[in-house]
């Protein structure tokens, strides 16, 4: 099974961008479509963003398009979420996730979680 390791989570001001990556334990993580969530204490895990084991097929959440931009490079086993116009309502731990599809992913059938990594964005 694929394990997955997030790094770049840290400490950010309102407005200031963070890059977190998504590290593949083997070569078959290129084969999942794979997306980012997060959580906050007492909250449920929130889906972020989506992308398609090509990247030709990527899907954001609202509370985010405009400002995150997600990628993958398959030759290096790594996906990104690029995160700029942070806000403090961004706070959170944010894991990622691999799955089936795209669709599968979105809703939450997710195969393979992370660790997680906190992301504070201060006012």
């Known amino acids: 099974q694929v394990q997955l390791v997030e790094s770049g989570g840290g400490l950010v001001q309102t407005g200031g961008s963070l890059r977190l990556s998504c590290a593949a334990s083997?070569?078959?993580?290129?084969?999942?479509?794979m997306g980012w969530f997060r959580q906050a204490p007492g909250k449920e895990r929130e889906f972020v963003a989506t992308?398609?084991?090509?990247?030709?097929?990527?899907d954001y959440a609202e509370s985010v398009k405009g400002r995150f931009i997600i990628s993958r490079d398959n030759a290096k086993l790594t996906m990104y979420l690029q995160m700029n116009s942070l806000k403090p309502e961004d706070t959170d731990v944010y894991y990622c996730?691999?799955?089936?599809?795209?669709?599968?992913?979105?809703?939450?059938?997710?195969?393979?979680w992370g660790q997680g990594t906190q992301v504070t964005v201060s006012s």
């Open positions: 996730a691999a799955g089936s599809t795209t669709r599968a992913v979105k809703i939450g059938n997710i195969d393979n």
């Open positions: 992308i398609s084991q090509l990247g030709r097929t990527i």
């Open positions: 083997e070569r078959s993580g290129s084969s999942y479509a």
